[in-house]
């Protein structure tokens, strides 16, 4: 795809610190403790994880593979799939009324790993796609530089921000929600005006590239429950896992790719619609069940 994004490198660190706000905002109610939970009773985030780090990367690969998916739209759909959970998965899951304490662990889980499994599987799967395999070597792919930026923009604040919760309680209780509520709005708003900016270009592509959206979030969605039904988990548990795979980490697919691939513009309208798109359908899904529980909690 042979067209031109406006995007600029100020534009670029304002992506990077809404995504770092984000991470340190989700952290600042975890505790170490919350670690050991995992791995005490480890169902739940085991199930997400091997449907968000396993299965969604791999079956993304293969449908685009049979599809035969334009490259770079095949190649930012690998990429979104490497991507880590949202952090507006444990807003969501708060709205459906599911267990917030799993979509959080997972979110602070999910995160760590995806300093290795992220530039790990976008290079693997992008290799194995015999149709992106071209691009991936032409793009001189440096797995050693994502992790950098990985960690850099999920790590680092993570573990600031769960060093400011221990030491700062009260500051922590305070902010945590407002925080996570206005960079999920600055977050929407800037995805918002980059497609404003860019809406010709999205629109020329659109018949392109939304089906291949919205197939591949219902493919996320769809795994997160299908992994929390197969190790038996709760309701509340089953719809946390399931946000938490359908809710990707576009934003961060988005950094990665302006900071080391400006000019994939295929790969950045997957991506970018991505963030416009998965809010729109968890939501949508979160406020239903929410409503749901809510009627079976007022009957007698």
């Not at 992506?15 to 984000?22: H, P, S």
């Not at 449908?63 to 990429?79: F, R």
């Not at 697919?253 to 900071?259: H, Q």
Request: proline share 4%; charged share 10%.
């Amino acid at each position: 795809m042979q067209t031109t994004i406006e995007f600029n490198t100020g534009s670029l660190i304002v992506l990077n610190a809404i995504l770092a706000c984000m991470m340190f905002g989700v952290s600042l109610s975890l505790r170490a403790d919350d670690f050991k939970r995992v791995l005490a009773k480890p169902d739940a985030p085991v199930a997400g994880l091997l449907a968000q780090f396993l299965l969604l990367p791999a079956l993304t690969c293969a449908t685009t593979w049979w599809l035969e998916v334009d490259p770079q739209l095949a190649l930012g759909m690998i990429l979104v799939a490497s991507c880590p959970g949202g952090t507006f998965s444990n807003i969501m899951t708060w709205l459906a009324r599911a267990n917030v304490a799993v979509s959080v662990s997972m979110t602070a889980v999910s995160s760590l790993a995806a300093t290795v499994l992220t530039p790990l599987n976008f290079a693997l799967y992008g290799w194995l796609n015999p149709h992106t395999r071209g691009l991936v070597t032409d793009i001189a792919l440096d797995t050693g530089n994502i992790l950098m930026l990985v960690v850099a923009v999920l790590a680092v604040p993570l573990l600031l921000g769960m060093v400011c919760g221990h030491y700062f309680p009260r500051f922590a209780q305070a902010a945590q929600k407002p925080m996570r509520v206005f960079t999920l709005l600055v977050l929407f708003t800037f995805v918002g005006l980059a497609f404003a900016n860019n809406m010709d270009v999205f629109l020329a592509n659109a018949d392109r590239i939304v089906g291949l959206v919205v197939g591949q979030n219902a493919l996320a969605l769809g795994l997160g429950a299908l992994a929390g039904l197969l190790v038996g988990l709760n309701r509340a548990d089953r719809r946390a896992v399931t946000l938490e795979v359908g809710i990707q980490n576009s934003g961060l697919g988005l950094s990665i790719l302006f900071t080391f691939f400006p000019h994939a513009s295929g790969m950045i309208l997957i991506a970018g619609f991505w963030g416009i798109w998965h809010l729109v359908s968890g939501l949508t899904l979160s406020l239903l069940w929410g409503r749901g529980a809510g009627r079976r909690e007022a009957a007698p």
